[in-house]
């Protein structure tokens, strides 16, 4: 039994491992607490990271959570405010209820706790008296840890990291607390320094304060954003950070609430947050490194021309992680040309360009578009792809860490003219050499049975890629029709030939043609053949519709030949 059920017990310490409840935390456990002058010193075996927002010492307990380092006995974890290298005491705790096999920490109006796991992240689950049901579109404070550069020779065994963070300006007139801290078993306790830095900085340009970030203030209104730049050395006898690079080192926490002293002004309405595991933030020994940003110009390449490319696009890639000794940022293009991928052509990122605010190399990329194919076009209205067709510029920017982005821009290639359409015929046309590669198909009248399909007069896939356009021409295959020309009332051929026809029925001229049958989407040939030896010469003729305004129809023809013999 541990007789803790009352507040400002004196002296007071028990060694056991019991949950710790706060709220509707996670619980932490706890090895040790002892009540000593008004300060409860908790040992806590998960990190609890606690603020206060009221603007007065409020009366109470003070607590003290330590939580053991990474190197064991060298040092525990510091939060918040320093006093002579010890963790500050925080005024606030009610009282601690002792409710059968735990204890349960009664907070004053103002305290609040974050109780991370293990590895110094909160629960992502909402609060207790929220559901799943509710909406998650609450207003959302942030607070982000970015690692600037690892404790080596170089910099004087610093670890140097930022810590932004972020109040919407729906908690305006709300009262917040950001505080940080570190393992002392790691980091020097005396001569850590910190300062507030522009947004976008990454350098003190005021003197720094020797101690952790602790500030309290009160939320104006359009809410606030804030960049503090800190600065940790490691301790003495530490030359480099633990082997494992997911241990917390430090962390930063963000509390937001009304203030709850008696000198606020009145009429502050808590809300509640939905999500407060962005509420905290760890920095390990691993440098921070977001993806390379691609910046592109609206105009960075205007709409091109069917059978145009394009030379000196241009873009930016940014980044925040340094090149030095490391490979350079460095991007990919790609064109897709409907699908079709071609890279571009005369890339270079060599351009450096004078970093922005947040980053560490800024470079200007050049290139070339390529002519996919002369026929090649998105668009028959300047800007508008037609249906069903597209191309654009695939650029993948890869920084130093190999970590990378990609961003797709349309590209427009207008149509400039009509093309003719496409279509071949069935490999079973031979060309004949003797005649000027003529496309040629044969039947032999002492075949015997089973006849080829051009005696029996039924080719069914004669006509192969009939297209409006040629290959090439995207736009035009996809609005446009493509249609057998020259044909009779009858869907038949333009032959000449050899008298008497090779056909059954003979025209008064003394040639009968085949036919255009469809079955499905095969396009074929149907006749019937008199047995008489000699040759017929057709006309496929295949032309277009259904053209964008201002161009004229176009056709394709290809001659060939029916020989019997
Ligand atoms: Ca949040
Ligand atoms: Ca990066
Ligand atoms: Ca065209
Ligand atoms: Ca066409």
Not at 32 to 59: D, E, H, K, R, Y
Request: aromatic share 8%; charged share 15%; with cysteine.
């Amino acid at each position: 039994m541990l007789g803790l059920a009352m507040v400002g017990m004196v002296g007071v310490s028990q060694a056991a491992i019991l949950p710790l409840a706060f709220n509707d935390e996670n619980p932490d456990l706890f090895s040790t607490l002892q009540i000593n002058g008004g300060i409860s010193t908790v040992g806590v075996q998960f990190p609890m990271l606690c603020g206060n927002t009221s603007n007065a010492v409020l009366a109470g307990t003070r607590i003290a959570p330590v939580l053991p380092g990474v190197n064991g006995s060298s040092g525990d974890f510091k939060f918040g405010g320093m006093t002579g290298g010890a963790t500050s005491s925080l005024g606030g705790v009610g009282g601690w209820n002792f409710r059968g096999n735990g204890l349960t920490m009664a907070p004053n109006a103002g305290l609040i706790c974050y109780v991370l796991d293990s590895s110094g992240v909160r629960k992502a689950s909402y609060g207790l008296f929220t559901d799943g049901l509710e909406s998650t579109a609450t207003p959302n404070a942030t607070v982000l840890t970015r690692v600037l550069s690892l404790p080596d020779f170089d910099n004087n065994y610093q670890f140097k990291y930022l810590v932004d963070m972020t109040i919407p300006a729906e908690f305006a007139g709300k009262s917040y607390v950001i505080r940080d801290g570190f393992d002392s078993s790691v980091f020097d306790s005396g001569s850590s320094r910190f300062c507030e830095a522009a947004l976008g900085a990454t350098t003190c340009t005021v003197t720094p304060t020797q101690n952790s970030i602790d500030v309290l203030s009160t939320v104006p209104a359009g809410g606030i954003s804030r960049r503090f730049v800190v600065q940790r050395p490691l301790r003495s006898g530490v030359f480099q950070l633990p082997a494992n690079p997911n241990l917390m080192l430090t962390s930063a926490a963000l509390f937001v609430s009304c203030d709850p002293s008696p000198t606020a002004p009145p009429g502050c309405v808590e809300i509640e947050e939905a999500n407060l595991a962005d509420n905290v933030s760890a920095g390990r020994g691993v440098l921070s490194d977001l993806l390379p940003v691609i910046t592109t110009a609206p105009n960075m390449v205007g709409v091109l021309n069917e059978g145009s490319g394009a030379t000196d696009v241009r873009f930016v890639i940014s980044d925040d992680t340094s090149e030095i000794g490391l490979n350079p940022l460095n991007a990919t293009v790609n064109i897709s040309f409907n699908g079709a991928l071609m890279p571009a052509t005369n890339l270079s990122c060599a351009q450096q360009e004078i970093p922005q605010p947040g980053e560490q190399i800024r470079r200007t990329c050049r290139f070339d578009i390529p002519v996919y194919d002369p026929n090649f076009a998105t668009d028959s209205v300047a800007g508008t792809f037609v249906q069903g067709v597209q191309a654009s510029i695939i650029i993948t920017a890869v920084d130093s860490r190999n970590q990378s982005s990609t961003k797709s821009v349309p590209l427009h290639i207008v149509s400039l003219d009509n093309d003719p359409p496409s279509f071949s015929l069935s490999p079973i046309a031979i060309p004949d050499e003797g005649n000027g590669k003529l496309p040629t198909v044969s039947c032999d009248l002492n075949q015997q049975p089973p006849y080829p399909e051009q005696c029996l007069g039924q080719i069914t896939n004669f006509i192969l890629n009939r297209k409006p356009g040629p290959p090439g021409a995207a736009d035009e295959n996809a609005t446009q029709t493509a249609f057998f020309a020259g044909v009779d009332a009858s869907n038949k051929l333009s032959c000449t030939g050899s008298i008497p026809s090779i056909f059954a029925t003979a025209f008064p001229g003394g040639l009968q043609s085949p036919k255009y049958i469809t079955s499905g989407s095969q396009l074929g040939l149907q006749y019937q053949l008199s047995a008489a030896p000699g040759y017929a010469d057709c006309w496929i003729v295949v032309g277009d519709t259904g053209l964008p305004a201002g161009q004229s129809y176009n056709q394709s023809q290809i001659l060939f030949r029916i020989k019997v013999d």
